[in-house]
């Protein structure tokens, strides 16, 4: 199978590791060498350690939910189809109001508007953002909430650590001018550890968190906007081909030939968030809850129109 092959992927697999162990060794020193030291005596300990690590359990689901679900590949037909004639079978489609659909010679298949191919899954994917390989996986139209929730609970995580690093360190400071530097001759190896576990989850911490912040806010302003990074692109090398054609004709000719492929209606931005969160409460938004497919343009995506084989 294809999501077989996928999650194959020697980068992705080698990526899930060092996201697993990032998470596992993260919440060992936090628990071992910033709350315990810092808070052993207080309700604080139990407080900061229950919230970092309901955190990470929802980072972990939303990343799990990422990693297994379908993404929103575009099922293949039981039997071959015949391409011999694509200009009636276009004719058909866009009758039977599948207008937009078009074909993957890969997959041999018909995919639905907006949809593209990942060479990684070796499958067509719909609302295709890209291939992701710290889930190892497309991030689509089916997945695409529970990757944005994996971004949101990581950047907290992150957050969180540094913030109890920051203040355990100082704590540790303050206390060892306490002690007037007594039994340091006994406290400098476990010192030198534990300043080395500090360092090592500053910059976890940090690396991590400003990555996947830019990634979460990248995510926002395409569901906004209501353009994949693939379609952003291909925009893009749209207006550079029309801005670089100067005569009369050229630029009536590239008029005509992007009419082919008319821009999707724009829609409110609520609807939009709604379309990937779900129809339910926004606190239901930051759970890796399940949510019915959508609908995009009255079409659903479900299955494949209603071709001649």
């Excluded at 937009?100 to 499958?123: D, I, K, L, M, N």
């Excluded at 910059?203 to 995510?219: H, K, N, R, T």
């Excluded at 302003?221 to 692109?233: G, N, W």
């Excluded at 550079?240 to 100067?246: E, G, V, Y």
Aim: hydrophobic share 40%; charged share 20%.
């Amino acid at each position: 199978m294809a999501s077989l092959r996928c999650r194959r992927d020697p980068c992705g697999v080698i990526c899930l590791i060092l996201t697993y162990f990032s998470v596992f060794y993260a919440d060992y020193v936090v628990i071992q060498y910033v709350l315990i030291p810092a808070y052993s005596d207080s309700m604080w300990c139990t407080f900061h350690g229950a919230v970092f690590n309901l955190i990470l359990l929802l980072l972990l689901a939303c990343h799990s939910k990422a990693v297994f679900s379908d993404p929103g590949m575009v099922p293949l037909p039981d039997t071959a189809i015949d391409f011999s004639d694509l200009r009636s079978q276009s004719s058909r489609m866009n009758e039977r109001g599948c207008e937009g659909w078009t074909v993957c010679s890969r997959c041999e298949t018909y995919r639905p508007p907006r949809a593209h191919h990942c060479r990684v899954c070796q499958r067509c994917i719909r609302r295709m953002d890209h291939h992701c390989p710290w889930i190892n996986n497309c991030v689509g139209e089916l997945n695409q909430k529970y990757f944005i929730q994996f971004l949101f609970y990581t950047g907290m995580a992150s957050l969180y650590s540094l913030v109890l690093v920051v203040w355990a360190w100082v704590w540790r400071i303050r206390n060892e001018r306490e002690s007037d530097g007594e039994k340091d001759g006994e406290e400098m190896p476990s010192k030198h550890l534990i300043v080395a576990h500090y360092i090592i989850l500053l910059v976890e911490s940090v690396l991590f968190g400003v990555f996947v912040m830019v990634i979460f806010y990248d995510q926002l302003v395409s569901i906004i906007t209501d353009e994949t990074p693939i379609e952003q692109m291909r925009n893009r090398l749209m207006v550079k081909d029309r801005s670089s054609l100067s005569s009369p004709s050229s630029s009536t000719s590239s008029t005509s030939s992007t009419s082919h492929h008319p821009p999707h209606t724009r829609k409110p931005k609520l609807a939009l968030l709604r379309e990937v969160f779900g129809r339910g409460s926004v606190f239901f938004w930051l759970l890796p809850l399940h949510s019915s497919p959508p609908s995009v343009g009255g079409i659903s995506y479900s299955a494949l129109p209603d071709y001649n084989v």
